[in-house]
């Protein structure tokens, strides 16, 4: 539990429903009822379609790394602690996130402690060109950096850490670093990914760095690289 009193619960996990933004490439989810109260005295939801990676999710080593740690192989404190939100909307669509950017955070990301990155991307969210493709997303350097701080977990309001470097007919790649390095780094060094946040601006609350305590537990899935999860601030 946090070191700090707390006064709000701030929410900064996406709504799963139907026909929601996903990583352009992936199914969207689908779930029905297949039993209602009103006929059966129970309700009951069956999932028919649904990646690991969908809306608000976490990374797990496994996902980018050979042999990397899955879901229910990581100790539960790396899925919650102490940390900063940090105030990067300044990036513009598809621009990479420096070493630069964050160095000016420097003091304030300490060992052991959580990133949130916050883009103002979730503001975007649809099915549209700036949320599917366009993100603000970390470089390579930036990257390295973050491992170098010690931290255990960093998250972004974008759809994914690194850039768009797919291909589907309306769009090519975006990014210019390697999104699969950025994640091999990341990942390599036990770092938890926490992607498609919410409401990091509720954190911050006007400000341009803002701690809290952080929660994004998965569920635990055997053998699983990512998980969905449901990701909160105490602030």
Not at 12 to 18: D, E, K, V
Not at 59 to 65: G, T
Not at 96 to 109: A, N, R, Y
Not at 145 to 162: E, P, R, T
Request: aromatic share 10%; net charge neutral; proline share 6%.
């Amino acid at each position: 539990m946090p070191t700090f009193s707390f006064s709000k619960i701030v929410d900064l996990t996406h709504t799963i429903y139907h026909g929601m933004p996903v990583w352009p490439t992936l199914p969207q989810p689908k779930y029905e009822y297949t039993a209602w109260a009103a006929r059966d005295l129970y309700t009951m939801t069956v999932i028919t379609q649904m990646t690991t990676h969908t809306g608000t999710h976490l990374d797990a080593p496994a996902h980018f790394v050979p042999d990397g740690k899955t879901v229910d192989r990581v100790p539960i404190e790396r899925f919650a602690g102490e940390g900063v939100a940090l105030d990067i909307s300044y990036k513009k669509a598809g621009e990479e996130i420096t070493l630069k950017d964050l160095k000016q955070f420097d003091s304030e990301i300490k060992e052991g402690e959580v990133v949130m990155i916050y883009t103002g991307w979730d503001k975007k969210r649809g099915l549209n060109k700036e949320y599917l493709f366009m993100w603000p997303h970390l470089g390579i350097e930036a990257a390295k950096y973050l491992v170098s701080k010690k931290i255990k977990a960093v998250g972004i309001d974008g759809l994914s850490i690194g850039g768009w470097m797919d291909k589907v007919p309306a769009q090519g790649p975006v990014a210019k670093s390697s999104p699969v390095e950025v994640h091999q780094i990341l990942l390599g060094a036990e770092i938890i990914i926490i992607e498609e946040l919410a409401n990091l601006d509720k954190v911050l609350d006007g400000k341009k760095t803002a701690r809290a305590f952080f929660v994004y537990a998965p569920l635990k899935l055997v053998g699983a690289e990512g998980s969905p999860c449901r990701a909160i601030a105490l602030v």
